[in-house]
């Protein structure tokens, strides 16, 4: 199974894939959502990690544009953020992501997502 | 005297009276001063007459003296002319007097004119040696008559020159008397116009001069004006619009601090999050692959609980820039603190605190819950954390009907708060705990959620050792 990660900062970047590496997952990293778009439909991935508050591009942009592609649209989305309010977190599952959850986080918390949204035991 | 109606209506009833008096004196003067004039009239009229009569007693003097020389008879007629003349003024003349001495030397000399006049009648007649009889009878009684009459004259004379210089007395003490109450009035009502000008003046000038200073940003001034009442009263007025003012200037500057550090906490937790995402999480992730007896596992824990706590700070600090959704709703506040208490019931019992509650009816308070017990939370924790050795905390509820307020007070026996840092509690970052006991933000918090339920939060501690006093005041209605 294949995980993409949108996220620009390296801290961030650096750990997701450490965990996915511990779960033996997938990994196709970005620090834009720009190319993440360009490449997305190559890549297909079975989830999508990315961050809400990117420069150019954010992550409601990105969900929505996401969830808007026939191909794409199927896509678990989980968002991450470290400004969370009740405010970002509706209006990110009303661009269509499922789930959410705010920096910083237990490695228990993401981990748990992860498998949720990919099916796993 | 305090006020400006007393001090007008005094000097001019002052200024009236005056005048009235001078009138009053004015007008007395010159009914005397008529009177006398009358008099003098009369006196001058009298005189005349008996200046006539004199006239007319020498008038037949001197017919006597024809009528020896030249015989002719009609001497005698002319002499009986100025008899009748004479009987005639003496009687106007006594008709007019109303002195009873008066008329009784008047009525003599009449009497003695006739002895005379018979005297004359003889001698007219020719009964007497003329010449002889003039010499020894008529001269000497001719004298008399003249001394009298003269003497009558004078005494008429005198009084008329009496009456004359009263008149001119009374005309000149008249002409003082005016001009001394009229220099009176004019000082008088100079020396109050002075008076009230500067009682009045003076004070204006004050409050001219303290609204100049306070207009120039000086909130802490204060106009001190006694009297009069009015504008003591006006200045009263400015002084408290002045300090509403100053107290709106005070929350003003207070909000827009919290605001500006509610915007820098917010940049700051959000850059904050990431690198402290990467530290928790690898930290996590090494506590994983570490095996339970690895001598590195208790550092790894260290970073994980450092982590864990700058989460907790970035936490408080995200709550206290964000606000969260006010959702205002009748709601029973002694049930609140119920709540709240059943909340930190443990540490109240693990700290020995002896809790004390005279909680009286309120009616339902329109206010937003969650936030609202936020602010109990903060004040009841500071309250535990202030009373280490335990105490007494006790919570009050009552209506301060005088304002309309729901008035919570909280009290504790704890080490209270010195006198430098009581204007300082609820400023953001503002704490005298433990580093890692407490952000600083829990009171600036409970100060933002209270301001925005039109209410008050106000603490009181007499000093170290002595405990502490929040007082919450929530509007029971308008919220």
């Known amino acids: 199974m294949k995980v993409m990660i949108v996220e620009d900062d390296p801290d961030v970047r650096q750990l997701l894939e450490m965990v996915l590496e511990e779960m033996n997952l997938k990994q196709a990293i970005f620090n834009n959502a720009a190319s993440a778009l360009a490449q997305v439909e190559k890549i297909l991935p079975d989830l999508i990690i990315m961050d809400i508050m990117m420069p150019q591009i954010d992550g409601f942009e990105l969900c929505q544009r996401l969830k808007n592609n026939s191909r794409t649209k199927h896509i678990p989305i989980l968002a991450i953020t470290g400004y969370d309010s009740k405010e970002n977190r509706k209006k990110m599952f009303l661009c269509g992501a499922d789930d959410y959850l705010a920096k910083p986080f237990d490695l228990s918390s993401i981990t748990g997502k992860i498998r949720a949204l990919l099916g796993l035991r | ?479």
Not at chain 2, 114 to 120: D, F, G, T, V
Not at chain 2, 363 to 368: A, D, G, I, M, R
């Open chain 2, 1 to 479: 005297m305090n006020n400006i109606r007393t001090r007008l209506f005094l000097a001019f009833s002052g200024l009236i009276g005056l005048v009235l008096a001078m009138g009053v004196v004015l007008v007395l003067v010159s009914s005397r001063s008529q009177q006398l004039i009358f008099k003098g009239i009369y006196e001058y009229t009298q005189l005349m007459s008996l200046r006539e009569v004199a006239f007319s007693i020498e008038q037949q003097w001197r017919s006597i003296n024809y009528f020896i020389l030249l015989r002719d008879p009609s001497e005698r007629d002319k002499f009986a002319e100025q008899t009748r003349i004479i009987g005639q003024r003496l009687n106007d003349i006594l008709k007019n007097t109303s002195s009873e001495g008066e008329k009784q030397r008047l009525t003599e000399f009449l009497n003695e004119c006739r002895k005379y006049w018979s005297k004359c009648g003889y001698f007219f007649q020719g009964k007497a040696e003329v010449l002889e009889y003039t010499e020894k009878v008529l001269t000497p009684e001719y004298n008399q008559l003249r001394k009298n009459l003269n003497d009558i004259l004078d005494s008429y004379s005198q009084n008329l020159h009496a009456t004359e210089t009263t008149i001119k007395e009374i005309g000149r003490k008249s002409f003082q008397f005016s001009v001394g109450i009229g220099l009176g009035a004019l000082l008088f009502g100079g020396f109050l116009s002075i008076v009230i000008f500067r009682s009045i003046s003076r004070p204006l000038y004050k409050l001219e001069t303290g609204t100049k200073i306070i207009g120039e940003g000086k909130l802490d001034y204060h106009i001190d004006i006694k009297s009069p009442a009015e504008i003591a009263r006006l200045a009263e007025s400015f002084n408290q619009m002045v300090k509403n003012l100053r107290d709106l200037q005070l929350q003003v500057i207070q909000m827009d601090r919290m605001s500006s550090i509610g915007q820098l906490a917010g940049g700051v937790a959000h850059e904050i999050n990431n690198p402290l995402t990467g530290v928790l999480g690898q930290a996590q992730l090494l506590l994983e692959k570490l095996p339970a007896d690895s001598p590195y596992r208790k550092h790894i824990e260290r970073i994980e609980n450092a982590a864990q706590r700058a989460r907790r700070i970035v936490r408080a600090l995200l709550d206290f820039a964000r606000e969260k959704n006010y959702v205002f709703r009748k709601s029973d506040i002694n049930k609140m603190i119920e709540e709240t208490l059943d909340f930190c019931h443990t540490e109240i019992e693990s700290r020995h605190i002896n809790l004390i509650k005279n909680f009286s009816p309120l009616p339902e308070v329109n206010l937003s819950a969650g936030h609202i017990q936020q602010v109990f939370v903060n004040i009841i924790n500071n309250a535990i954390q202030a009373m280490p050795d335990g105490g007494d905390l006790i919570i009050t509820t009552r209506i301060n009907s005088e304002k309309q307020f729901a008035e919570i007070s909280f009290r504790d026996t704890g080490i209270g708060i010195e006198a430098n840092n009581i204007n300082h509690v609820f400023d953001p970052f503002f704490t005298t705990k433990d580093i890692g006991q407490g952000t600083g933000l829990g009171l600036t918090v409970s100060y933002g959620i209270i301001q925005r339920h039109n209410g008050e939060i106000l603490v009181r501690s007499d000093g170290p050792g002595k405990g502490a006093e929040f007082i919450v005041q929530l509007p029971l209605i308008g919220t």
